[in-house]
């Protein structure tokens, strides 16, 4: 049995949510001061999803930054944690035995453990708009968050703060044109195939994929991409960007690299791959939990070596239950599918900085029969 309710904001727009039974425990959310759009700019990405709102902030002084989804109106909410260095918070709200049914918005950030402050300044924006769980007299905005470390690239001292969710969080909701990937937000610092240490690394960076089926099921995912492992398209097998050569002008090959043990380079919690996977499909939390199970295989799929000790490698899921009766196994599929697509597309997207090249600076390695693998 599902339970609908609809709830309209101060502008007039309309959350039509439908969740599973085991998601009322906890009120429906009060008419608030939230003005959301009705259309969040052009609905590219993760914003494909009804209901759900994507925002980046990115400070001056050196590149690193936040990346805030918001699901104002409720989301039921999972989690996986595979990499061997995470660094999150309210990751365990979101266990299935646990009582909080519902999530209000997630973070993704640079800046190492310090980059989880964050989701401070995310938790006043909601609270200030009278969005969250209905706790006695207050209202308490759910707000998991991940983060990745960025901390060698420029001055360490400047990081990711509440300020930075604050503003990330206010861009989700007006939004100018198509969300943006590369080098922005949680992207802005990060890195790739740090297997012999970051001086034979490449950039990376944020991205986002999602796509619709004739059912009006709808996937979308949002990856910051900063691994110690190579980004590879599983459609060819090419190495799109990773480890390069002691010269640096070439592709060496991470596993390559490894067989010849010489990855002494890096450092526990120095990397990490960390995104949100979202639907519309009504799902409870033990489904959301699977979905973003799931959706690791989008990681191991496309970057390798993956889920490491050195990385700290996290997914969300989040659906919004706008769609009743989806299957379970193709929500999933299609996440680890849009996970491959929006990693894909970060580091495509991603730019040069301080002497590190991007994918677009590299030998164009897609149509060589003798790319690194």
């Known amino acids: 049995m599902l339970t609908a309710f609809g709830k309209t904001l101060a502008i007039g727009f309309t959350l039509g949510l439908a969740f599973p039974a085991t998601a009322c425990a906890q009120a429906a959310p009060a008419d608030h001061g939230l003005t959301v759009p009705a ?14 709102y994507a925002g980046h902030h990115t400070l001056d002084g050196r590149p690193t930054g936040c990346t805030v989804v918001l699901t104002p109106g409720g989301a039921v909410g ?17 266990d299935p035995v646990n009582s909080v049914q519902e999530v209000h918005a997630v973070v993704l950030s640079g800046g190492s453990a310090f980059g989880l402050e964050a989701a401070a300044g995310v938790t006043r924006f909601l609270e200030e708009r009278g969005v969250g769980f209905a706790a006695g007299p207050a209202r ?13 690239i420029g001055d360490p001292a400047i990081r990711p703060d509440a300020d930075c969710g604050y503003r990330a969080a206010e861009a989700a909701l007006n939004p100018e044109g198509p969300l943006a990937e590369g080098n922005v937000g949680a992207g802005a610092g990060a890195t790739i195939g ?8 490449m950039k990376g960076g944020i991205g986002t994929a999602s796509v619709e089926l004739p059912s009006g099921l709808v996937v979308a995912a ?14 060819t097998g090419r190495t799109l960007a990773g480890v390069r050569t002691a010269q640096g002008d070439e592709l060496a090959g991470a596993m390559q690299v490894l067989h010849e043990e010489r990855g ?21 939390k033990p489904q959301a939990t699977k979905v973003a199970q799931m959706a690791q295989d989008g990681i191991a799929r496309s970057i390798v070596p993956s889920h490491t000790p050195w990385d700290g490698d996290t997914m969300f899921a989040l659906a919004t239950g706008e ?51």
């Open 264 to 284: 002494a380079g890096n450092r526990p919690g120095s990397n990490t791959v960390i995104g949100i996977v979202a639907t519309n499909a009504a799902l409870d």
């Open 222 to 235: 949002i990856v910051a991409v900063n691994s110690a492992g190579d980004v590879v398209d599983p459609a």
């Open 194 to 201: 740090k297997v012999a240490g970051l001086g034979r690394a």
């Open 39 to 52: 259309v969040a700019g052009e609905r590219d990405g993760i914003r494909r999803v009804p209901g759900v």
């Open 78 to 94: 999972g989690v996986d944690v595979r990499g061997g260095a995470p660094g999150t918070r309210e990751t365990d709200l979101l």
């Open 323 to 373: 769609l009743a009766g989806a299957d379970l196994t193709t929500v999933g599929a299609l996440a680890a599918e849009m996970v491959v697509e929006a990693i894909l597309r970060a580091v495509r997207a991603a730019e040069s900085i301080d002497g590190i090249p991007a994918h677009a600076d590299m030998p164009r390695y897609d149509d060589m029969p003798d790319a690194p693998r």
């Open 140 to 152: 308490v905005p759910i707000v998991p968050a991940a983060i990745l470390f960025d901390l060698s």
